[in-house]
């Protein structure tokens, strides 16, 4: 693909991953967890924004592209660079390019009508980050299937990923504490007020964590 252009090589990656793999977003059951899960989107070929990116990404790499995920909230885009041409491509809708006014349009459906694109909405994200937004997926939508227990192992697994993260130490903290799983909560919330530096944060945690303590006993 090296002789191409931009466009002609975008064109190829398109009827390799979605023509002749049938790969697709899945607007018709959006929500199902399998979506978010890559094993499964693998066998299904249908799958969320992030999830499609994923393997989008990883085609464009192995053709010898440079190709990465931006920070765009929403709806998860990435962007294929190859000197003098750039590209911004949305996987989930068949890798359809997106020029300003269609991100802009993208961005007031899902942050209000008087949203506008800023420079980190540009932003490329770190391989590791995509893969805390898809787990991310899981997280939410187990939460709002009141499902706690399984939300906490899931932020478990994203504290592998990003293991100095306090956000991620707090959030485990509640979500095990809701489940009930007292000892994971604390240990949990004990790295959280290890790092975290902000008083009002440490302050909820540490009243919570006495909690629990005392539950514990």
């Not at 191409?4 to 979605?18: G, P």
């Not at 018709?28 to 399998?34: A, C, P």
């Not at 899931?154 to 000892?183: F, K, Q, S, Y």
Request: no cysteine.
């Amino acid at each position: 693909m090296t002789g191409a252009d931009l466009q002609t090589v975008v064109r190829d990656l398109n009827e390799i991953l979605f023509q002749q793999h049938g790969y697709a977003g899945d607007v018709d059951t959006y929500d199902d967890l399998d979506n978010a899960n890559l094993m499964r989107v693998i066998d299904r070929r249908r799958g969320l924004p992030v999830a499609i990116s994923i393997l989008y990404i990883h085609v464009a790499r192995a053709a010898g592209l440079d190709a990465r995920g931006l920070s765009f909230p929403g709806h998860f885009v990435i962007q294929i660079d190859r000197p003098g041409e750039r590209v911004i491509l949305d996987p989930f809708n068949g890798g359809l390019a997106l020029a300003a006014d269609d991100l802009r349009g993208m961005l007031k459906v899902t942050q209000g009508s008087d949203a506008e694109l800023i420079p980190d909405h540009y932003r490329a994200v770190a391989d590791v980050e995509i893969l805390l937004r898809l787990e991310n997926n899981i997280k939410l939508r187990l939460i709002q299937q009141d499902r706690s227990a399984d939300a906490a192992v899931i932020v478990d697994r994203m504290r592998l990923l990003a293991p100095e993260t306090p956000d991620l130490m707090r959030e485990a903290g509640l979500l095990h504490a809701h489940a009930g799983n007292l000892r994971a909560a604390i240990e949990a919330l004990e790295a959280f007020l290890d790092r975290e530096t902000l008083p009002g944060a440490r302050r909820d945690a540490a009243a919570l964590l006495e909690r629990l303590r005392t539950n514990l006993n």
